[in-house]
Nanobody, 120 residues
Framework: QVQLVESGGGLVQAGGSLSLSCAAS????????MGWFRQAPGKEREFIGS????????YYADSVKGRFTISRDNAKNTAYLQMNSLKPEDTAIYYC?????????????WGQGTQVTVSS
């Protein structure tokens, strides 16, 4: 089982930047994949993007493409979400998630979530 612990988040003005981290502990394989999700009040959870642990290749939702960047540090077993040009509509609780294989449908590991608030 893999435990995911998030850090970062907070309050930022529109147009600003924020970075989130997600540290994984436990058994992660080279085929592991990590993703980022967010959930705003009254809305469904939204997929933001993902990264393949082995190759570092990334995939982004259209809503954040060009503004958000996902990266990882294999040595630290940590994934990052760099958020630039933030908008008030980016306000949400952000979650990192993981799964043993990139091609699996379901995400089995979840972080505790961290609040991101963007003021106008």
């Amino acid at each position: 089982q893999v435990q995911l612990v998030e850090s970062g988040g907070g309050l930022v003005q529109a147009g600003g930047s924020l970075s989130l981290s997600c540290a994984a502990s436990g058994r992660t394989s080279s085929s592991y994949a990590m993703g980022w999700f967010r959930q705003a009040p009254g809305k469904e959870r939204e997929f933001i993007g993902s990264i393949r642990w082995s190759t570092g290749s990334t995939y982004y939702a259209d809503s954040v493409k060009g503004r958000f960047t996902i990266s990882r540090d294999n040595a630290k077993n940590t994934a990052y979400l760099q958020m630039n040009s933030l908008k008030p509509e980016d306000t949400a609780i952000y979650y990192c998630a993981g799964k043993p294989n990139y091609y699996l449908r379901n995400w089995s590991d979840w972080g505790q979530g961290t609040q991101v608030t963007v003021s106008s």
